[in-house]
């Protein structure tokens, strides 16, 4: 009781000694979006506030100019563990999903776990930029980034406090469409490309009952004529597609290439398609989950479970808790009464710089921070981990 007790009060002393520098950092990040491998400001003030603080910084990781590693080594055998950061804004709403917490509180939970005398093993931050659309913990997948680490943790920001919640697999997926140009007073002597388009929103709606339970396909014209009065010989589309599994995405993605081969030959156009990385489904690992949960309760905060049949989104953090076990739980950070903020809304992004949400991040890095460091000191919770690990994802069926 006495090394919990102590433990805790050293975390939040320490969280609390750099408080007025985490709310600035977070709060510089909010008032300066950038989209996804464009975050040159946020990558230099993470890495700068981290280095003066001791840890070492492996730059432009995976090949990925906004991408790094920041490193403290205790010098005491233990294993790996990787607090993740976030920090990619959202085109023209800015932190609408509020990535400049997710930093802070994983910058504050590794600083905190770095100066606690109890912590042992190695410490790092995970710097991944792109997770809105780009892929980047995929990209540094595929270049053995996360190889030699043995935990990741994040928290994200939201309106309600969870932990086990999972996540979509989903991929992006373009499609464009290539005729022939006629005037419209004489449409028989074109190939009508925007007809291709269309028909590809038609064809999809009638496919939908014979695809996956769970798959969800939305989508958008991107360009479809320069005139009114002529036949489009150019047109494209995007579909977000997202599914349970990457099984079956994999499965839906095939659907819409032969929706698309059947349609240039039915229509005689051709086409090209663009298919995005692959945002596999999540599988947060219960055992660490539970830890947090545990002392999110020193800071009076309940994390709940998912509701059955809750909306699920999608992130590239997916693809890495098939790896490695993690979690990514949730913060709420809202606190008025009325309608919640929507995450990825002009609402949400105010909230996200708010005085409550940043009261929020500090309690969340204290958590993260105490998490890692019951993680590092108990033997038979890294067994539980990585029991549970090999018993759940794609690894085990």
Sequence with gaps: MFLVTSMVTTMNKIIDNYAKQLIQLSLMLHEHPEIAFEEEKAYRWLTEFLSHEGFEITENVGGLKTAFIATY?????????AYIAEYDALKNIGHACGHNLIATMSVGA???LS????ANGIIHVIGTPAEEGGGGKIMMLDQGVFDEIDYALMIHPSTENLIMRGGLATRGYTVSYYGKSAHSSSPEEGINALTSVLNTFYMIDQERGKMPVGTNINGIILEGGVASNVIPNEASCKFSVRAKTVK???????RLDNIVSNIDHNNKTS?????GLVYAERYPNKPMAETLKQHMKHYEIHMNYPRPNMKLGSS????????LPTIHSYLNIWDEEGDKPIAHDSSFTEAAKSEFALKKMLIGAKALAYTGESILKDEQLQLDIKAYHQSIGPQST
Excluded: F, H, M, Q
């Design 248 to 254: 079956d995405l994999e499965d839906v993605i095939n």
């Design 110 to 112: 590794a600083l905190a």
């Design 316 to 323: 590239d953090i997916g693809n890495v808790s098939i790896k």
């Design 73 to 81: 080594d205790t010098k005491k055998e233990g294993p790996n563990l």
């Design 271 to 275: 086409s090209k398609t663009k298919k």
């Design 115 to 118: 100066r606690s005398k109890y």
